[in-house]
């Protein structure tokens, strides 16, 4: 909807009202550029763009992985089909549709890749893969500075401090298969965190992160999301990092993940989990210095889509990754 028509990085489009288009396609990348549920900095209705274009290399549709000797934009089918096309003066039609454009793509077989946006659209997003893969089948893995379970914020049931709430209280997402990573600060208060409690959610908060090192909890998280669902619902917050890794965010909060911990996070997750949706939200351009978090979640992007090329190969029956070997002897 905004900036110039581009595919992220140079893949193939595609268009969701013709399933031909994608009818062989790994993944699908949507983009969802809404920003009316923020409730602070607007921006990140630019987002989508800035994370197809933010790179210095050619897009011409391919990026191998050094660390994980695949290409993600090549050994998978990746395609992009634009963006949804969101009015954010109009959330509950945003919302809709934005939920059906991602069930369309989860249907197909394909992984929806979805680029926000602000952290409203992970209703949609993620209720959109529970749609196909059955609600309470899909677990949850939230990277983000904030727990995103308000009730009601300014007197709507909507915005990017509620999502997390909505999609527990549809049944989507169950409460005890909801794992958060990097919470912190001065949001939310006693009584929201006691409904969080009572939904057996689990969340890392950056001290618990910080004390135990962030491999443990990942760890950890991973069992818990694991035991009775069938797939993993990965949403990164760009704000999970801190500040100074990633300033374009419309509620930057001090001490977060360095870029480091979030992309070798995000390259476990996709690699060792079976990942059926992935969101990168909160990125807006308005913001950001140098690129510097367009960049970042252009990564975070490319790291997901080559741990799953990689997990795909290992189930074929290639060599495993490990991280330990050195480069020049191959992975």
């Given amino acids: 909807m905004y900036g110039p028509d581009i ?3 140079g893949v193939e489009r595609c268009d969701l009202s013709e399933p031909s288009s994608f009818a062989e396609a790994d993944v699908v990348i949507v983009g969802a550029p809404f920003d009316g549920g923020t ?3 607007p921006g990140a209705r630019f987002g989508p ?3 197809r274009q933010a790179c210095y290399l050619a897009h011409d ?6 660390a994980l000797r695949v290409d993600g934009l090549k050994d998978l089918k990746v395609l992009d089909a634009g963006d949804v096309e969101c009015y954010s003066g109009d959330i509950e039609t945003s919302i809709k549709d934005i939920e059906a ?14 680029l926000g946006g602000d952290h409203t659209v992970a209703l949609p997003d993620a209720r959109g893969v529970a749609r196909h893969h059955g609600f309470g089948r899909v677990s949850m893995i939230h990277f983000d500075a904030h727990a995103d379970t308000g009730e009601i914020e300014f007197g709507h ?3 990017h401090g509620q999502p997390m709430r909505r999609l527990i209280e549809s049944g989507a997402i169950r409460g005890d298969r909801f794992l958060q990573l990097g919470l912190r600060g001065y949001w939310p208060g006693p009584k929201i965190l006691g409904w969080m409690a009572q939904q057996n959610m689990r969340s890392y908060e950056m001290t618990e992160i910080v004390a135990r090192g962030l491999t443990d909890c990942l760890t950890e998280a991973f069992v818990i999301a694991q035991d009775d669902c069938d797939g993993i619902f990965l949403s990164v917050d760009i704000d999970v990092c801190d500040p100074g890794h990633a300033p374009g965010t419309g509620t930057p909060e001090p001490g977060g993940l360095s870029a480091r911990e979030l992309l070798d996070a995000v390259r476990r997750i996709c690699y060792e989990l079976p990942v059926v949706g992935v969101e990168v939200v909160e990125v807006a351009p308005p913001y950001d210095h140098a690129d510097i978090t367009a960049f970042l979640g252009n990564r975070v992007v490319l790291e997901a889509l080559s741990a799953i090329a990689r997990r795909r190969e290992v189930a074929a029956g290639g060599e495993p990754w490990d991280p330990r070997k050195p480069l020049l002897e191959g992975r």
């Fill in 101 to 114: 454009a991602v069930y369309t793509i989860a249907k197909s077989g394909a992984i929806p890749v979805i």
């Fill in 49 to 51: 763009q800035a994370l």
């Fill in 39 to 41: 409730s602070n900095r």
């Fill in 61 to 66: 549709g391919s990026r191998p992985s050094m």
């Fill in 157 to 159: 049931l909507y915005g």
């Fill in 7 to 9: 595919t992220f990085l």
